[in-house]
């Protein structure tokens, strides 16, 4: 007897979990590009991201694949922090439509009678629906008929096993009792991945009287807790942002559940009340259900007013390698109103830019870069400069006088040095893996030359250095270009020779062409800026410090 009471039981869990996922599933294919379309454009502003969050949960049924759809949007860069926020608290609210579907439909209707026919029709259209939306909106209506069957074979487990099973202990225990049952419902949801199926699974067994109403409205809130873990776990390896999204999502359902569990008591009694209003039917099925989406609905008004301040607080939470160096230190808004020390910061914030832009040269040169390291810097510098662009911009429409009004534009030009320096670079050490092995003595000795002159080059052209010499940096650019032309044509008569073969040759040429535009590009850079703290400074003004270097063929061949 106990056998078949715990195969009832496993069973009745096992269609509801196949029924909810055939469901999901189903529901999610024939939406198709809607899901997609729905959470990239209807979530511009908070409140269409809980609209469109609620909509999509209530229709697939599952808050977990809306959260981890989210995550990957977030992921990719098509949703930022502020639109998901908007989404989370939908989605939680959304999660609640299985509640009301248990309790109108689950309990009200001779479910056998509506199951079995949901399962035949359901399946006729899978096996007839072809490629189109017929075959997974066939596996959605099957789903629905496995859910509710599985219900049913649950209400008829807990009410042979309920006596067996001594909860009076646990419900004489106070607020411990209520922790324990929170625990059951976090655990269910936990080792179904499905707070639906927790949440059937608790209306199902308080309306067979197993479980006390506060008991099952503990295990309610703990449901809503367990699908944190799902945002826990699709976030492992993924971006910051997306880390901060599931950050929010935990906070939320943190916040909600504890709130939920201070007044559970007195939540209980308004929840009665407004179902008595509302001309609902009096069983506990019916009050969770209203329970859950109350409780969710609070969550909500509580924290909306302060979704900007979670923001704020969750962007400084999880910050990659990429995101810190890409954080200004020196621009900010407030001294936008004094344009001297706005431009004094802008001067700042391009020479800590400069100095990112010629350690990843020195890298470059040296072949003592780790992967994925080059993209992480190169990311960085293209977000500060563009902040930097944007400033200056800013301070463009503040009353300048003309001196600083004129200074603006070679700020941005050297912001555009600079990003062209990372660029160059970045590519630079892509290639330096690539390269082939030399072994002519004269092109090996050739190369160690240009490499050295260029790193000497990166070394002196540090405008923040006291000793710096524009003089001087000309005259390195000028031996680097000397060294270039030397091995330019080695290389070219070793090709032409066939002592190097034309593909390794052009590769080397490709290499240090882009050392040689680099040298150009941070010598100007730094020239300039040097210029622009000088006349800061009210020193005297500079003209276009390093002549653009001699044009070559492109692409240069044997």
Not at 160 to 167: E, R
Not at 428 to 434: D, L, S, Y
Request: proline residues 4%; charged residues 20%; glycine residues 10%.
């Amino acid at each position: 007897m106990e056998f078949s009471l715990i195969g009832s039981f496993a069973g009745g869990i096992g269609l509801f979990l196949l029924g909810m996922g055939l469901m999901t599933d189903g529901l999610k294919s024939a939406a198709g590009p809607a899901l997609r379309r729905i959470l990239g454009e209807w979530t511009r502003t908070p409140a269409r991201g809980l609209f469109s969050g609620l909509l999509i949960t209530a229709l697939v049924h599952s808050s977990s694949a809306v959260t981890v759809a989210t995550i990957g949007f977030v992921n990719a860069g098509v949703l930022t922090l502020a639109q998901t926020i908007g989404v989370i608290y939908g989605s939680n609210i959304g999660s609640t439509m299985t509640g009301w579907l248990v309790a109108m439909i689950g309990f009200k209707l001779e479910i056998k009678a509506l199951a079995l026919p949901l399962i035949g029709l359901g399946m006729v259209l899978r096996l007839t629906g072809g490629a189109g939306r017929r075959r997974p909106l066939g596996m959605a209506l099957a789903g629905f008929g496995l859910f509710f069957l599985g219900i049913d074979v649950l209400k008829s487990a807990f009410s042979d096993i309920g006596p067996s099973i001594p909860m009076d202990d646990l419900s004489d225990r106070g607020f411990i009792g209520v922790l324990i049952f929170v625990g059951v419902g976090f655990l269910l949801t936990l080792l179904m991945q499905s707070s639906a199926a927790a949440m059937a699974l608790t209306l199902t067994a308080a309306a067979s009287g197993l479980i006390p109403l506060t008991q099952a409205a503990a295990t309610v809130v703990g449901a809503n807790l367990g699908t944190t873990s799902t945002a826990a776990l699709a976030v492992i390896g993924a971006t910051p942002n997306a880390k901060r999204m599931a950050a929010a999502h935990v906070l939320f359902n943190v916040i909600t559940g504890a709130v939920a569990l201070v007044i559970l008591a007195p939540m209980l009694d308004f929840v009665a009340f407004g179902r008595d209003l509302l001309d609902l039917e009096q069983n506990p099925v019916t009050t969770l259900a209203l329970f859950h989406t109350v409780f969710n609905l609070l969550g909500v008004l509580l924290l909306w007013p302060f979704s900007g301040a979670l923001v704020r607080f969750l962007e400084g939470r999880f910050r990659s390698s990429e995101e810190d160096l890409a954080r200004v230190r020196f621009l900010d808004s407030n001294i936008l109103g004094t344009p001297a020390l706005a431009l004094d910061a802008v001067a700042l914030e391009l020479a800590r830019v400069g100095a990112m832009a010629r350690a990843m040269g020195r890298a470059a040169l040296s072949g003592g870069v780790k992967d994925g390291r080059f993209t992480v810097e190169r990311n960085a510098v293209e977000r500060l400069t563009l902040t930097i662009d944007e400033f200056a911009v800013e301070l463009q429409r503040a009353d300048l006088s003309r001196e600083v009004s004129g200074l603006l534009p070679e700020a941005m030009r050297v912001s555009r040095y600079y990003r062209d320096v990372a660029d160059a670079a970045a590519d630079m050490g892509t290639e330096e893996k690539k390269l082939e092995e030399v072994s002519e003595p004269k092109l090996v000795e050739a190369m160690a030359e240009v490499r050295s002159a260029a790193v000497s080059l990166l070394d002196h052209a540090d405008p923040e250095r006291a000793e710096f010499d524009p003089v001087q940096c000309a005259g390195d650019l000028e031996q680097l270009e000397r060294r270039y032309q030397r091995l330019k044509g080695l290389l070219l008569r070793a090709g032409t020779d066939e002592r190097v073969k034309v593909h390794q040759m052009v590769a080397q040429l490709d290499f240090y062409s882009r050392v040689r535009r680099m040298a150009a590009q941070v010598v100007k850079g730094a020239n300039y800026l040097h210029g622009i703290r000088r006349r800061t400074h009210r020193e005297a003004e500079i003209t276009d410090p390093v002549p653009d270097l001699p044009p070559e063929a492109e692409p240069e061949q044997a």
